[in-house]
């Protein structure tokens, strides 16, 4: 028989109470998401620098310089007169310096060398970043649990960006080519924007501890996230089209606008033979597309911007304003490129400016995912 428990029993011999334990999200692998988004920062940084340098490698049709690739022993560059001479005696041998830049000295040969060494430098510094912080936060165990795949990935992608490279670089050592093939620089550049947007998203959710995303995510605007998406994967095709423009130098044969050498469809737009090269070797085509997809592009934007603007977030709402404005910008600064025969410096300009409306697109994007939620003070202020 059990014996009675006293009717007053004592504080001091109650039995403790169980520590409540945390869910899911509390007992997973935080790790060093703090270091991880400063390496990532890092790389974004690089990344970017490589898009700038790779656009004047070729503004500077620096391009088809060296003509071979070694990944490992092409790091050193010519150390004497001799290495010098036989990289010019290489580059005399295709057709750019044939058809091109035949009379070339040895002094501007090494300009348009350094141009082509320190893209590909950059791109191996690039690489040992990735290896160097991949290998370091591994084995120290510090990837937050479920990011070790999105940290390859993006070292995968970098590979395969350097495979591209030389793929695209190839394409100009033929015979009759004195520069890259246009939808071969299309595809390194477009990869080149995929991997700056999938660190600058990465970079973005380190910023901020998974339970707070966890919980921002419940009040996601579905709609505005669905358009951002689709405003982003429009801007994407239209940086491709973009480098198809860049890649025959398109931006220089129509120097007017509205309208192109006087009329609103130039002529010639679908002369070439057979059809779908026009779409990737004809001025007038490829510049004609552009100019027609940046004008829907714009008027998208506005509608994004429009749905923006009526975010409850605060944080929100200024995202899809600084993405807009800088939108606007861009359009203005094209325009300008075009009227003044896309001279290097606005051309690269152009370019850069490209890489910061991405990145705002994608932050736009982001807090209509995973919207900021204002203290009391600021929703009163916001308002009013």
């Known amino acids: ?21 945390g869910g899911v999200i509390d007992r997973r692998r935080k790790g060093a998401r703090g270091a991880i988004r400063l390496w990532l920062i890092s790389l974004f940084a690089l990344v970017c620098v490589m898009i700038v340098v790779g656009g004047m490698t070729r503004l500077t049709d620096s391009g088809l310089s060296i003509t071979e690739w070694r990944p490992v022993t092409g790091a050193i560059p010519p150390l004497n007169a001799e290495m010098w001479a036989q990289e010019f005696d290489k580059y005399r041998q295709i057709d750019q ?12 040969f090494k300009i348009i060398y350094w141009w082509e060494w320190g893209h590909r430098q950059l791109g191996r510094v690039i690489g040992l970043v990735w290896g160097a912080g991949f290998a370091f936060f591994w084995l120290t165990g510090r990837i937050p649990t479920g990011w070790t795949p999105r940290l390859l990935a993006l070292g995968a992608l970098g590979g395969v960006q350097g495979a591209i490279g030389w793929w695209m670089v190839a394409s100009g050592l033929t015979e009759g080519m004195v520069a890259v093939a246009s939808y071969r620089l299309a595809t390194h550049l477009g990869l080149a924007f995929v991997i700056l947007g999938m660190i600058a998203w990465y970079t973005f959710l380190l910023n901020r501890p998974e339970a707070e995303l966890m919980t921002a995510r419940r009040a996601r605007e579905a709609k505005l996230f669905s358009m951002s998406t689709g405003l982003m994967h429009f801007a994407f095709l239209q940086i491709l089209l973009g480098a198809l423009v860049a890649g025959i130098d398109a931006g220089r044969g129509y120097t007017d606008w509205p309208l192109m050498n006087g009329v609103f469809i130039p002529p010639e737009l679908l002369a070439m033979q ?20 940046g004008y829907f592009l714009a008027a998208f934007a506005v509608v994004v911007w429009l749905r923006g603007r009526k975010s409850t977030h605060g944080a929100t709402r200024a995202a899809f304003n600084v993405m807009f404005v800088v939108m606007l910008g861009q359009i203005v600064l094209g325009i300008f490129t075009v009227l003044h025969g896309a001279p290097w410096q606005l051309g690269i300009a152009h370019q850069a400016t490209a890489v910061l ?16 939620f204002d203290s009391l003070r600021n929703t009163k202020g916001t308002a009013a």
């Not at 428990?5 to 039995?15: G, K, L, N, Q, S």
């Not at 310096?97 to 501007?108: F, I, K, S, W």
């Not at 090269?277 to 510049?287: D, H």
């Open 1 to 21: 028989m059990a014996s009675k428990r006293p009717i007053f029993e004592d504080v001091a011999t109650a039995r403790p109470q169980a520590t409540p334990q």
């Open 97 to 108: 310096y044939q058809l091109q830049n035949r009379g070339m000295t040895l002094d501007e």
């Open 274 to 293: 057979p059809l779908w090269v026009n779409f990737f070797e004809n001025p007038a085509t490829t510049q004609f597309i552009h100019r027609m997809a």
């Open 357 to 372: 409306l991405w990145v705002l697109i994608i932050r736009a994007r982001h807090l209509a995912q995973f919207p900021r």
